[in-house]
């Protein structure tokens, strides 16, 4: 097989990927988020086993957290646990880290819109999504202000102008009804 057919294939199974997985999250049922959760630890295997280990070690295999089996084609591991340097919920391939209260709607939505973007990007979209996306909302963030501001690397502003890291502003706004 050729490189260009490769390629071919690859980026048909990501396209695929990614509609499969966003029909089967939105039947919020346990066994359709089984095979969601197995198209997303196929496309990113990396990520996810990492996320799994960080997850079952953060809850304790579920003694001293909870863990969400199949959330929408994920695997939830929450705890209360307090971190200056971190709160809310970090995706890492078909794995949620999440602090604090419960992840439903609107979060669970932002969530799994993180994931599905794990499919299309594999292993290499965190890189991406912290390199190339983080930089393009410390540039823009400079631009409109005239000084850098660090949360615009990590994070977007929703609604409004749009200032940030553009993998994120999709993903605060997948419910608002200006996306397509």
């Known amino acids: 097989m050729g490189a260009v057919t490769f390629g071919v294939l690859y980026a048909g199974a990501q396209i695929a990927g990614t509609a499969i997985t966003r029909g089967l999250d939105s039947l919020d049922n346990p066994v359709a988020g089984f095979f969601s959760f197995v198209i997303k630890f196929a496309m990113s295997p990396i990520t996810t086993a990492a996320g799994l280990i960080a997850g079952f070690i953060r809850t304790g295999f579920g003694l001293w957290g909870n863990v969400d089996w199949f959330n929408h084609g994920v695997i939830v591991f929450q ?4 971190n200056p340097h971190f709160g809310g919920a970090m995706t890492w391939g078909a794995t949620v880290q999440w602090q604090g209260g419960g992840l439903s709607g609107a979060a669970v939505q932002h969530e799994m819109y993180h994931s599905r973007q794990f499919v299309y990007g594999g292993d290499g979209f965190g ?5 190339v996306g983080g930089l393009w909302g410390l540039v823009e963030s400079w631009i409109d202000t005239g000084s850098p501001d660090f949360a615009c690397w990590t994070a977007a502003s929703p609604g409004g102008d749009q200032t940030g890291n553009p993998l994120e502003n999709r993903a605060h706004n997948i ?3 200006h996306t397509c």
Do not use: I, M, P, V
């Open 79 to 82: 705890t209360d646990e307090s």
């Open 127 to 131: 890189l991406t999504w912290a390199t």
């Open 175 to 177: 419910n608002s009804s």
